[in-house]
């Protein structure tokens, strides 16, 4: 009987403009592990994110006064209310560090924007389309090793009143989602 396994696979700081591709496969090298023909690969969007340019330091941010009003009411910093204020489709109020948001039909915390690892004074957003972003991936992955893959990739969020944080696809690729 063969067994799911799952192999966590470390990368080195990703910057934009980097070739995420080739930072996988790097990795994976590294890690003394091959690509199999069924693999399913779970990409952090953050550093497709931060590969995209889609770091945002706080000081080019302007705030407006709705953002200055929900910033004092939910007890965060101004230019991060801004930046999510900018990414929500919708934002349906919150909680003391956090704004209930819509943000690609999902229902997540401040638009799924990372603050805590991003760089000093500055902001992680999404992928600009996380299912593109998947696909380029998961294409460049296939093509490059000539592996039948999946690529799923994975955000995460808490769930109100849970404790801890739960992984979920915020984009996919190769493989037809339940």
């Known amino acids: 009987m063969e067994f799911l396994q799952v192999?966590?696979?470390r990368t080195p700081l990703v910057q934009a403009g980097d070739d995420v591709v080739r930072v996988i496969l790097e990795a994976i090298a590294d890690a003394d592990l091959k690509i199999e023909d069924g693999d399913v690969l779970l990409v952090a969007d953050k550093?497709?994110?931060?590969?995209?340019?889609?770091?945002?330091?706080?000081?080019?941010?302007?705030?407006?006064?709705?953002?200055?009003?929900?910033a004092e009411q939910y007890s965060?910093?101004?230019?991060?209310?801004?930046?999510?204020?900018?990414e929500a489709e919708e934002i349906y109020g919150g909680v003391p560090r956090a704004l209930l948001t819509l943000k690609n039909n999902v229902l997540i915390a401040n638009a799924g924007?990372?603050?805590?690892?991003?760089?000093?004074?500055?902001?992680?957003?999404?992928s600009t389309n996380p299912n593109e972003a998947a696909r380029s991936i998961w294409k460049a992955?296939?093509?490059?090793t000539g592996k039948k893959v999946g690529l799923i990739l994975i955000d995460s969020h808490v769930?109100?009143?849970?404790?801890?944080?739960?992984?979920?696809?915020?984009?996919?690729?190769?493989?037809?989602?339940?």
């Open 113 to 126: 924007i990372d603050h805590k690892n991003a760089p000093k004074d500055s902001a992680c957003l999404w």
């Open 7 to 9: 192999l966590p696979i």
């Open 159 to 178: 769930s109100p009143m849970r404790v801890g944080t739960t992984g979920f696809a915020l984009g996919i690729a190769g493989i037809k989602p339940i």
């Open 76 to 86: 965060l910093e101004l230019p991060f209310v801004e930046l999510v204020l900018e």
């Open 47 to 70: 550093i497709v994110a931060t590969a995209e340019g889609r770091i945002v330091k706080y000081d080019s941010v302007k705030p407006t006064r709705k953002a200055e009003n929900l």
């Open 141 to 144: 992955i296939s093509e490059r």
